[in-house]
């Protein structure tokens, strides 16, 4: 009776009375071959590690020159103003805007120096001092 497996060996089946010591002389050398195979291919993937990956070629905005690049968007920058789609702050409006994250800062620091000094007089009861 002939099994093909998918490697395109051939099985044969063994008869239960059969004694097992020729199938234990058949164990060492199908061992070897399996240790020989995984020894080979951790080989293989050693080599390979060792290898550098081919380099990529640079594409699109990565070829051209930092001054190409600063050409380019500075056109952009110029034709987004040309259509009314920018805004450039004003000295008034930029003052405005940085006393207003001030403003937020300095909350920020109020509720977090309130929450360390809540927080210490609730854990100060574990000392002893009750």
Same mark, same amino acid.
């Given at each position: 009776?002939?099994?093909?497996?998918?490697?395109?060996?051939?099985?044969?089946?063994?008869? +239960? &009375?059969?004694?097992?010591? *020729?199938?234990? /002389? !058949?164990?060492? =050398? $199908? %061992? +070897? &071959?399996?240790?020989?195979? *995984?020894?080979? /291919? !951790?080989?293989? =993937? $050693? %080599?390979?590690?060792?290898?550098?990956?081919?380099?990529? /070629?640079?594409?699109?905005? $990565?070829?051209?020159?930092?001054?190409?690049?600063?050409?380019? /968007?500075?056109?952009?920058?110029?034709?987004?103003?040309?259509?009314?789609?920018?805004?450039?702050?004003?000295?008034?409006?930029?003052?405005?805007?940085?006393?207003?994250?001030?403003?937020?800062?300095?909350?920020?620091?109020?509720?977090?120096?309130?929450?360390?000094?809540?927080?210490?007089?609730?854990?100060?009861?574990?000392?002893?001092?009750?």
């Amino acid at each position: 009776m002939d099994n093909t497996r998918a490697g395109g060996r051939q099985e044969t089946a063994v008869p +239960a &009375s059969s004694s097992t010591s *020729s199938t234990k /002389a !058949a164990s060492p =050398a $199908a %061992a +070897a &071959s399996v240790t020989a195979a *995984s020894v080979t /291919a !951790a080989a293989v =993937a $050693a %080599a390979e590690a060792l290898i550098p990956p081919p380099a990529r /070629a640079k594409r699109g905005f $990565a070829v051209l020159s930092p001054e190409k690049k600063r050409e380019i /968007a500075s056109m952009g920058g110029k034709a987004a103003h040309q259509h009314g789609r920018a805004h450039r702050f004003t000295s008034e409006e930029a003052r405005a805007a940085g006393k207003k994250r001030h403003q937020l800062r300095v909350l920020a620091a109020q509720a977090a120096q309130q929450a360390k000094v809540a927080g210490e007089g609730s854990g100060g009861g574990e000392n002893g001092s009750a």
